[in-house]
C-alpha cells in the first residue's frame, strides 16, 4: 500500500484519439497524431495513450507504427481482447497495453472491463503480452471483486473508470460526487495494497481532476478529448501545460499533509 507520507509522483498520459477523428473528418494526413504526440510530450506528457479501435473510427494501425517508431514517450496502446488486437501489440510493442470493452455502437468506452467473468480469457492473453515484455493495465470500474480479478490474471496495473465521478462533478450533484470519490479512494487503496499499480482517467478535465490527482496511490492518469477540445481555444500545449500544473498542484498539497501528519507522529 501507498504511504501517504510518501507520496511518489504521478504521470500524465495524453490520449490522441481525437487528433485522429479530426484528421478522419476530412481525410488526408492532416492533423497529425504523431505530430500531436511530439507537441504533448514538448509540454510536459509522460506518455502518450492511443486506443486502436476494431472499426478504425479514429487511430490506424500506421499511426500505432509510427508513434512506437517514433519513441517520443511510452506508447499506451488501448485495445480490445480479441485475437486481432493481440497480433498487432505483439507485433508493435508498445510499452504498456490497456485491455477496455469495446463495442461498435458505443461512442466512447462505456464502462469497465468486466474481468471478473473473463478470467479463462485474459489469463492466457495477458500472459502472452507480458511474456512480450508488454506492460498490461485493466480498465475497470472501482470495484473490489474487479480489482481482485485483476490481480488474479496477472495483471501489471489496472485503470480506474472515473466516467461517474467526473459526470456528476460537471452536473453539479455533489452527492454522488463525494460517493463516487470515496469509491475512487477504497479501489485505489485496495488495488496497491494488492501489488497493482493504479491509473485513472475517463472524463478528467480542469474542473474535476484535483480530487483523483490527490489520491495517493495513483501513479498515472490518462486524459484526452477535454484536452484535444480545449487546445481548439488555447492550443494543445498550453492545454496539456495547464492539465499538468493542475495535478502537480494537487500532489503537492497532498505531500504536504502528509508531511504535517508525519511530523505530528513524530
Do not use: W
Not at 123 to 141: C, M, N, Q, W, Y
Not at 176 to 183: I, M
Amino acid at each position: 500500500m501507498t504511504s501517504r507520507s510518501a507520496v511518489p509522483p504521478i504521470r500524465l498520459g495524453i490520449n490522441i484519439d481525437h487528433i485522429a477523428t479530426l484528421r478522419n473528418a476530412r481525410g488526408g494526413r492532416n492533423p497529425d497524431p504523431l505530430r500531436a504526440a511530439k507537441t504533448v510530450v514538448g509540454a510536459g506528457a509522460d506518455n502518450i495513450t492511443a486506443h486502436l479501435r476494431e472499426d478504425r473510427r479514429h487511430i490506424r494501425d500506421d499511426d500505432i507504427v509510427r508513434l512506437a517508431a517514433a519513441r517520443l514517450a511510452p506508447l499506451n496502446m488501448e485495445m480490445a481482447v480479441t485475437p486481432e488486437m493481440l497480433t498487432i501489440a505483439l507485433k508493435v510493442r508498445p510499452h504498456a497495453t490497456c485491455l477496455v470493452p469495446e463495442r461498435r455502437e458505443e461512442l466512447t468506452t462505456e464502462g469497465g472491463l468486466d474481468v471478473a467473468s473473463q478470467i479463462d480469457t485474459l489469463k492466457p492473453f495477458i500472459a502472452e503480452l507480458r511474456r512480450a515484455g508488454i506492460h498490461v493495465s485493466l480498465f475497470i470500474d472501482p470495484v473490489i471483486e474487479q480489482i481482485r480479478a485483476s490481480r488474479e490474471v496477472g495483471a501489471d496495473a489496472i485503470e480506474l473508470h472515473t466516467g461517474t465521478y467526473c459526470n456528476a462533478v460537471t452536473t453539479g450533484d455533489t452527492a454522488t460526487a463525494s460517493r463516487e470519490l470515496k469509491r475512487h479512494q477504497d479501489a485505489a487503496r485496495q488495488a496497491a495494497a494488492l501489488g497493482l499499480e493504479v491509473h485513472a482517467g475517463h472524463g478528467l478535465d480542469y474542473d474535476n481532476v484535483g480530487p483523483i490527482a490527490a489520491i495517493p496511490e495513483i501513479v498515472e492518469l490518462n486524459i484526452g478529448h477535454y484536452l484535444v477540445g480545449e487546445a481548439l481555444f488555447v492550443g494543445l500545449a498550453e492545454s496539456v501545460r495547464r492539465m499538468r500544473t493542475i495535478m502537480d498542484e494537487a500532489r503537492k498539497d497532498l505531500r504536504h499533509e502528509a508531511k504535517q501528519v508525519s511530523t505530528a507522529g513524530t
